[in-house]
T-cell receptor, first 116, second 110 residues
Framework: DTGVSQNPRHKITKRGQNVTFRCDPISEHNRLYWYRQTLGQGPEFLTYFQNEAQLEKSRLLSDRFSAERPKGSFSTLEIQRTEQGDSAMYLC??????????????FGSGTRLTVV | SQQGEEDPQALSIQEGENATMNCSYKTSINNLQWYRQNSGRGLVHLILIRSNEREKHSGRLRVTLDTSKKSSSLLITASRAADTASYFCATYNAGNMLTFGGGTRLMVKP
């Protein structure tokens, strides 16, 4: 297992197009998280899954955003009708379920989205 | 929204010096974690300190936590040019996810 894998690494798209990102977590981890990070800022939480169940969604996740984790394995994040404000780094992380959040997250290298 | 706020926002030091970064947060926590991010890359977990712990060490890293003041500090001793990165504190609470601060950008000059 080589860690958390995200594809693609970079995506340039025209405004109004749909884009989909994929995240493959560490296989033993049952929790998967999506964050968004803009330049010079810390990551902002978008959503998380425990196994295949989506348990929490941020208000940042407008109705143009949807995330899935079929069968509790890989996850996809889709953005429909992209806007320039969607340009950011999209980070995926996974972790085990620990008591009181006892484990740190393992992050992927991210997908950098540029909307032109 | 971002729970933690790091101070300073940017720090520049010479190789061999110590670097101290501070983090303040607003609500009660289960644990606090520090992460490092090299430019354009993902975040790497450095250290986790639980709410009932006051100090923790890992190699050249020393983390303190003061829950009464809702603050934490990260000390990197004998810094190296390779320590140049952004450092983020993140709090874990009953919401079951990490909330990150804005980060401290550390530059270590050779």
């Amino acid at each position: 297992d080589t860690g958390v894998s995200q594809n693609p690494r970079h995506k340039i798209t025209k405004r109004g197009q749909n884009v989909t990102f994929r995240c493959d977590p560490i296989s033993e981890h049952n929790r998967l998280y999506w964050y968004r990070q803009t330049l010079g800022q810390g990551p902002e939480f978008l959503t998380y899954f425990q196994n295949e169940a989506q348990l929490e969604k941020s208000r940042l996740l407008s109705d143009r955003f949807s995330a899935e984790r079929p069968k509790g394995s890989f996850s996809t994040l889709e953005i429909q009708r992209t806007e320039q404000g969607d340009s950011a780094m999209y980070l995926c992380a996974s972790s085990s379920t620990g008591g009181r959040g006892a484990y740190g997250y393992t992050f992927g290298s991210g997908t950098r989205l540029t909307v032109v | 929204s971002q729970q933690g706020e790091e101070d300073p926002q940017a720090l520049s030091i010479q190789e061999g010096e110590n670097a101290t970064m501070n983090c303040s947060y607003k609500t009660s926590i289960n644990n606090l974690q520090w992460y490092r991010q090299n430019s354009g890359r993902g975040l790497v977990h450095l250290i986790l300190i639980r709410s009932n712990e006051r100090e923790k060490h890992s190699g050249r890293l020393r983390v303190t936590l003061d829950t009464s003041k809702k603050s934490s500090s990260l000390l990197i001793t004998a810094s190296r040019a390779a320590d140049t990165a952004s450092y983020f504190c993140a709090t874990y609470n009953a919401g079951n996810m990490l909330t990150f601060g804005g980060g401290t950008r550390l530059m270590v000059k050779p």
